[in-house]
């Protein structure tokens, strides 16, 4: 009797957990380019926040998925709770670029500052990181370079944000130094959103190496 050689796959209700953290992070950098486009164009905010408001709904439905998920599967590429953690932060982020969004609405007329664009750009490339994060969780040997990255650019975050603050503080109206203030310290809480899923990345990486 011949035996046939057999090709071993992931288990499909392992890469299920691992999909649901994909749409999540794709969500995420989706709406990074919506915040953008609303400080870039004024005149199709309003548009921007309703996209903003159903990719937020979105990302509540896959997170309400990620949970089921672990719930009823055996097989999980990690153990459950990091799985939950890290779709919980992906989610959080998610919430905060809405708030972003809803925030802009109310700087009226006195422009951003520049520093606004950087800091999308900085929260773009750690939601890049974290989205191919999650497509290798299968391998976390080759995960440790973007846990040091998103470091590295949660750092830079940390620092354009006191550049922006000392510029708003400059404003000569209490009201308007209020709308940018909220602005930029919701922009910096979206960025330590992200700096903790790194955080959790690399307590993963500990346990499980």
């Known amino acids: 009797m011949v035996r046939q050689n057999v090709k071993f796959q992931i288990f499909p209700s392992a890469s299920r957990g691992i999909e649901l953290l994909c749409g999540l992070a794709t969500t ?8 953008a486009e609303m400080i ?6 309003a548009d921007q926040l309703r996209d903003l408001a159903a990719a937020e709904a979105e ?3 896959l997170v309400h998925a990620v949970l089921t998920h672990l719930r009823t599967s055996y097989i999980s590429p990690l153990p459950r709770e990091d799985m939950y953690t890290l779709s919980r932060l992906l989610h959080e982020t998610m919430e905060q670029l809405r708030g972003t969004g809803e925030l802009i609405m109310t700087v009226g007329s006195t422009p951003l500052s520049e520093r606004s664009s950087e800091q999308l750009e900085l929260i773009s490339q750690l939601a ?3 989205s191919d994060s999650v497509q290798r969780l299968h391998n976390l040997d080759d995960l440790e370079d973007n846990w040091l990255q998103m470091l590295q650019f949660s750092k830079r975050a940390a620092r354009t944000h006191l ?6 503080s400059k404003f000569a109206k ?15 809480l979206t ?9 959790h990345l690399g307590r993963v990486l ?3 190496s």
């Open 163 to 168: 550049v922006w603050v000392n510029e708003i």
């Open 59 to 61: 990302a509540s439905d």
């Open 128 to 130: 890049e990181l974290a």
């Open 206 to 208: 500990v346990k499980e």
């Open 174 to 188: 209490a009201g308007t130094i209020h709308r940018h203030q909220r602005v930029a310290d919701h922009l910096m």
């Open 40 to 45: 870039g164009s004024p005149d199709t905010r």
């Open 191 to 199: 960025a330590n959103t992200l700096r903790q899923f790194a955080d």
């Open 28 to 35: 995420i950098r989706t709406s990074v380019a919506n915040v």
